[in-house]
């Protein structure tokens, strides 16, 4: 296991906890991803607009099945899969950047209280930035990182080369890029963004 996979420890964990918190994220550790699952599901309330982001680490707890088949929720991705990108790409593109919950993950983490998203597209980022009213990241601590500088060698060194062999084997191209990197320092809404840490290794 290269060290990019590897649980960060109980000190670190506390840490970026705590300076999360300190930066306006609310930040908690569950112990799996059921535990992470299931306190995403408890805090989205019935009816709400909801955009679940692609990401490896929500389809590997079943999270986005989870949402997309429930009649609970107002589902943007349904929206959008409705829709004619020809004829209403615009239209398209402010439904996906201002959902009420936007729900995703992260690259990266650092111990002083960053996080960092990379992105092909950079589809994801505004939502993220400042578009939703909520958004809840799910994030296994193994991305715990020490600072900025490491958070990017994790994204370029580990996350690039897996989501580069994923998107080849899923759409046949021959790679992804990080053409745009979303770094959140601190928020100034209170209570807008969660950080679910998950005490097991998912995604990348």
Known sequence: ?????????????????????????????????????????????????????????????????????????????KKLSAMDRATQSREMQRIGAAPEWAIGSVHAVTEDGHAMIASNTGSQLPAYAYGAGHVIWVVGTQKIVKNIDEGMKRIFEHSLPLESERTHKAYGVPGSAVNKVLLVNNEVQSQRITMILVNEVLGF
Not at 21 to 38: D, R
């Open 1 to 77: 296991m290269d060290k990019w996979s590897q649980l960060a420890s109980k000190e670190s964990i506390e840490t970026t906890i705590a300076v999360l918190k300190s930066h306006n994220i609310e930040a908690i550790l569950v112990e799996n991803g059921e535990a992470a699952k299931k306190k995403v599901l408890e805090m989205l309330p019935e009816g709400a607009e909801v955009m679940t982001m692609s990401s490896t680490t929500l389809q590997q707890i079943g999270l986005v099945e989870e949402i997309e088949n429930s009649p609970k929720y107002d589902v943007v991705k």
